[in-house]
């Protein structure tokens, strides 16, 4: 089954820690971002990659990182410069920039 | 930056009824619009979509309103079911980096 997969479902971590969030795809799409979602709010894009290893800013990067060394994968850090990790986070692609974007099933951190 | 909102948080409608959930888009250059559904605890998933040279699109029990004049976007979901009940989202693209934007959300909740 083509996807986009992103693992784990839910992650704890003690603030002060450094934590990496899994995401594939093997759609073969170009594109591919990250965003975050607060209870009751819309999705606010983090950083997105248009193509391998290259990668842009969006509204919210200030505490995270990522790269994009390999086309189906776009794994996204969030750092303990981040002041308040703890949310639903998405990964999506598309085959290119600007279209329908798919999405995966969401990692849910919590930081304590 | 100008941001998609949404007239109602909730929407509760009998099951059969008709659903309409309602989104203001504020940037008259946006150009392609889209409608996800999240269920709890999911990734949005693509319902359906326009582009701003049309003023309505059908799907299967969905359709797509689009009024330029009035910059407003809606979603009819016809003889709604249990299943529908989730979280829709509409998302407008604009601009050079062709991003998509997303509302906050309507809680959609079908009542026996």
């Known amino acids: 089954d083509g996807g986009i997969t992103q693992s784990p479902k839910y992650l704890f971590r003690k603030e002060g820690q450094n934590v990496t969030l899994s995401c594939e795809q093997n759609?073969?799409?170009?594109?591919m971002y990250w965003y975050r979602q607060d209870p009751g709010q819309g999705l606010r894009l983090i950083y997105y990659?248009?193509?391998?290893?290259?990668?842009q800013k969006g509204d919210i990067a200030e505490g995270y990182s990522v790269s994009r060394e390999k086309k189906e994968s776009f794994p996204l850090t969030v750092t303990s410069a981040q002041k308040n990790p703890t949310a639903f986070y998405l990964c999506?692609?598309?085959?290119?920039?600007?279209?329908?974007?798919?999405f995966g099933p969401g990692t849910r951190l919590t930081v304590t | 930056g100008e941001s998609v909102g949404l007239h109602l948080p909730t929407l509760s409608v009998q099951e059969g009824d008709n659903s309409i959930i309602n989104c203001a888009y504020s940037?008259?250059?946006?150009?392609?619009f889209i409608w996800y559904k999240q269920e709890s605890g999911k990734g949005p998933q693509f319902i359906i979509d326009?582009?701003?040279?049309?003023d309505k699109r059908q799907g299967q029990r969905v359709t797509v309103l689009l009024n330029k004049t009035v910059k407003h976007l809606s979603l009819q979901i016809a003889a709604t079911q249990p299943g529908d009940s989730a979280v829709y989202f509409c998302?407008?693209?604009?601009?050079?980096?062709?991003?998509?934007?997303f509302g906050s959300g309507t809680q959609l909740t079908v009542l026996p």
């Open positions: 999506a692609s598309s085959p290119g920039q600007g279209g329908e974007q798919y």
């Open positions: 759609l073969n799409h170009d594109a």
């Open positions: 990659s248009q193509i391998v290893n290259d990668f």
């Open positions: 940037n008259s250059a946006s150009d392609y």
């Open positions: 326009i582009r701003s040279n049309m």
């Open positions: 998302a407008e693209r604009f601009g050079s980096a062709r991003q998509l934007t």
